[in-house]
């Protein structure tokens, strides 16, 4: 099921959809100040009128674009997908070839082409289901836009995103086919760069990208690692 555009659909950055009637009248000043930005955000006005799930799909399609990510037949792993807006892109980029699996706590309405599987990455149960639907098929992408809820506290929220992170690069040891290439969202502060570092020593090049979709005040960065390598540095 697809969200129309004058109906509230609720994804990791908000609402694409209109706002809820009167969503100032419960909402601090600090709530009603990020729905102001949030509905005045081109990217989201882009994404309504392009028929897409989030505004998050202009970061990766900037990312892919300038790395040259995707080729024909891939096979590609997004973690953290719902509500489906970078699924949605790779889907459509790849066209009729390669692969889609994508997985999320949330639950995500389907996409034609994509395989999703819904459940906490961070249990083992879910993490052997994905490798089932995987079927052994080596992968040649990972992308990671896993992000913990937010509690308002680094000390909490911090540890919380280097977790999944670190979750998310040991999948893509285990994984990804050498050569290929893993994205992620990383939170800068404590833990990341001792988590560069790591990447570091799997991969032939890493580099940190702040696309231009993504707001100017989020502490997020994209670490790229490309051209995995079979034995670490």
């Not at 300038?66 to 459509?92: E, H, I, N, T």
């Not at 540890?159 to 969202?185: C, N, Q, T, Y």
């Not at 940190?208 to 997020?220: Q, T």
């Amino acid at each position: 099921m697809w969200p129309s555009p004058s109906s509230p659909f609720p994804n990791a950055c908000g609402y694409l959809g209109a706002p809820p009637k009167n969503p100032m009248a419960t909402r601090s000043k600090s709530s009603q100040r990020w729905l102001k930005e949030h509905f005045a955000d081109p990217y989201v006005k882009k994404a309504q009128a392009e028929g897409l799930r989030s505004r998050a799909a202009y970061k990766l399609e900037e990312l892919i674009e300038r790395d040259r990510l995707l080729r024909p037949g891939m096979v590609v792993v997004d973690l953290g997908a719902a509500p489906g807006g970078w699924s949605q892109f790779v889907r459509k980029a790849l066209g009729d070839s390669g692969r889609v699996v994508a997985m999320d706590i949330l639950e995500m309405p389907s996409l034609a082409g994509v395989d999703f599987l819904h459940g906490d990455f961070r249990e083992d149960d879910v993490l052997s289901q994905l490798e089932a639907m995987l079927g052994g098929q080596p992968v040649d992408l990972v992308l990671s836009d896993m992000a913990p809820n937010k509690s308002g506290m680094d000390a909490v929220d911090q540890p919380r995103m280097m977790h999944l992170a670190e979750l998310a690069m040991d999948f893509a040891d285990s994984h990804l086919k050498p050569g290929g290439a893993f994205l992620i969202k990383l939170f800068q502060g404590t833990g990341f760069d001792d988590y560069v570092r790591e990447l570091r020593r799997r991969y032939e090049k890493v580099v940190i990208r702040k696309p231009d979709a993504s707001r100017k005040r989020s502490p997020e960065v994209y670490a790229l690692g490309q051209g995995k390598l079979l034995h670490r540095k």
